[in-house]
T-cell receptor
Framework: DAGVTQSPTHLIKTRGQQVTLRCSPKSGHDTVSWYQQALGQGPQFIFQYYEEEERQRGNFPDRFSGHQFPNYSSELNVNALLLGDSALYLC?????????????FGPGTRLLVL | LAKTTQPISMDSYEGQEVNITCSHNNIATNDYITWYQQFPSQGPRFIIQGYKTKVTNEVASLFIPADRKSSTLSLPRVSLSDTAVYYCLVAANHGSSNTGKLIFGQGTTLQVKP
């Protein structure tokens, strides 16, 4: 039973560029959430996708957008990259219908913006 | 959303039992208490989740008093590999408008010494 997978594992971009990160949820899960984790901080919620729609959003600018596909996988897009976007980007999956909706995290994508 | 307070850091020795207490005075009726463990440059790993009283799994125990305003994660006989950051979160369950949005604090950095 595969857990949450993310790609790529590491990425280096320059300011102003655009980036796309990918996530495949744990088998049987239908909901994907994205988090940004700066060095030394706890993860910060970006948004959540369910039924191919954004359901909740954290305090992130419109430069951060996402998509969920019919197979429940998801992408996170960040436009006009800033140095401050350098972070570990985490994807978490869950099952919306379950009582606790426990979220399971992937290994993350380390993004460095130069 | 309920805010959590936990110690910034704790030290222990191999073989000891470690108890990490988390305060969540404003926990709502719909909220579950969830603990995650995170190693450097990895995604948070789900440890245990509970609503009230005591929950035990193969990794840890979670003690929740009747008023649910705090909880204690208990790790029996820690080893060096338990050195990590431990996050306490309260998260709304299915049916709440806030489901899916996990709010992480800075967590408790546990250092296990030989």
């Amino acid at each position: 039973d595969a857990g949450v997978t993310q790609s790529p594992t590491h990425l280096i971009k320059t300011r102003g560029q655009q980036v796309t990160l990918r996530c495949s949820p744990k088998s049987g899960h239908d909901t994907v959430s994205w988090y940004q984790q700066a060095l030394g901080q706890g993860p910060q919620f970006i948004f959540q996708y369910y039924e191919e729609e954004e359901r909740q959003r954290g305090n992130f600018p419109d430069r951060f957008s996402g998509h969920q596909f019919p197979n429940y996988s998801s992408e996170l897009n960040v436009n006009a990259l800033l140095l401050g976007d350098s972070a570990l980007y985490l994807c978490a999956s869950s099952l919306k219908a379950s009582a606790q909706e426990t979220q399971y995290f992937g290994p993350g994508t380390r993004l460095l913006v130069l | 959303l309920a805010k959590t307070t936990q110690p910034i850091s704790m030290d222990s020795y191999e073989g000891q039992e470690v108890n990490i207490t988390c305060s969540h005075n404003n926990i709502a009726t719909n909220d579950y208490i969830t603990w995650y463990q995170q190693f450097p440059s990895q995604g948070p790993r789900f440890i245990i989740q509970g609503y009230k009283t005591k929950v035990t799994n193969e990794v840890a125990s979670l003690f929740i008093p009747a008023d649910r305003k705090s909880s204690t994660l208990s790790l029996p006989r820690v080893s060096l590999s338990d050195t990590a950051v431990y996050y306490c979160l309260v998260a709304a369950n299915h049916g709440s408008s806030n489901t899916g949005k996990l709010i992480f604090g800075q967590g408790t950095t546990l250092q296990v010494k030989p």
